[in-house]
């Protein structure tokens, strides 16, 4: 019996879901990050040399972790020979390493893996950490995207997402951000941060703020799979599994949300044919088991909201009067005036476009472009038409993103056509 | 054991009313107790106005002595405290006490490990 082939897309694949493991792991020996990923990316660089040989070993994590191990192993015991000076503080290092393999008893697999996940991952977002680096670092070091990819994703050069990334690694390392789940106190603000990273990524990718392509795939499916990794870490938080829930129930509608030439198509004009049922059947289900738990956040009435949406086989069988009640949940929780726009647009459904203007009109959103959009076809609804094409400029004016740009256009030339203002 | 650097961001202009000054103080002193008492306080200082700062530097080969901060700014630093913490969040926790105490921000920067 002869094993198949390794190819390059086995082990670019091995490394994409194993990455974030493996430095997981290796930050825990050596608490360092630079070091622990020098070592993966050296294990990696190995495996490329030798798996098209030898066959995947039977656990491909299992390997790279030993291997990166004795790297840097290796690595610390070259550098103590080079210069004696540093030979103490290395062999203390070592003995340490020994130490903790010993008292975890080689715990790479199982649940101190996960719990070393989850250390780095609350390290990444760690609330010292600029969000913009936090997104980043949690790109590099748990999702394995390379700074290369990270940078194109966020439309940004290459050299200055190295420097973002140096820089928060530097940050880390000098201010000595600890690797450690935060105690019960702290748990649930810093979780919510690390949701706030995730749902960041997700919606970088969902809507890119700049550019021409309205979504950015890859930014979503890596958002999920970190959000399916934080709902499996921290399992006793309902708002994991409701901004999980969320993020497949938003990406399900992917298909049907852009037209072939890249414009944009609103949920009510949506062809509902085109939706992922598998994601929304996983998403609704998710939703439930909220439900269930009744500790009612913000995720998980967005998801809920996103549910009943995806209840209706037509915009028309929308059932409004249920998303207005989470609406108002969702002000009695978390109150914004954000929260407060989307609410006069699902009352605009039940209540008429003119309750929902007077509502919006009190609200301080004039640097938000949905504001205007929002204004805009509410104003539109209303006959009132010169209103509503000042509103479509002032959205305009307001966003980057192309698609958006293109359709906020066409509404508004929908409404006036040959006139400006 | 890690040093970390607590300095108070005070904006220009006059102190808060002698009242609110004495509050802020007797809380400032209470903080420092507590900081003695748990074996992490290494040093504080209250810094006069920065209109009492003089600047020496090096110009041409000579040093020369002039008036007044280095950078003008709309916010000095008007005290500071070091500390010993085991890590940032350690440090942060302080951080956020004394924060409380002057109802000033607080900069909270790791000093450079000793070689």
Redesign the interface.
Known sequence: MTEPPVSTSDIERVFREEYGRAVAVLVRHFGDIDTAEEAVQDAFMTAVQRWPSTGLPPSPAGWIITTARNRAIDRFRRDASRDERHAQSVRLQLDQIQRTRQQTNEPDEGDAVQDDRLRLMFTCCHPALAPAAQVALTLRLLGGLTTAEIARAFLVPESTMAQRLVRAKGKIRDARIPYRVPGANDLPHRTRAVLAAIYLIFNEGYTASTGERLVRDDLCAEAIRLGRLVASLVPDDPEAIGLLALMLLIEARRAARVTPEGGLVLLASQDRGLWNRGLIDEGQALVRECLRRNRPGPYQIQAAINAVHSDAERAEATDWRQILQLYDQWMAIAPSPIVALNRAVALSEIAGAEQALALIDGLALEHYYLFHAIRADLLKRLGRSREAAVAYDAAIARTNNAAERAFLQRARDSVRPHERF | M?QYLLSVYQPEGDPPPPDELNAIMQRVHALQAELKAAGVWVFSGGLHAPSTATVVRVKDGDVITTDGPYVEGKEHIGGFTIIEA????AA?EWGRKAARAITLPIE???F?DQH
């Open positions: 890690k085991p890590d940032l969040d942060l909270v920067r790791p450079r």
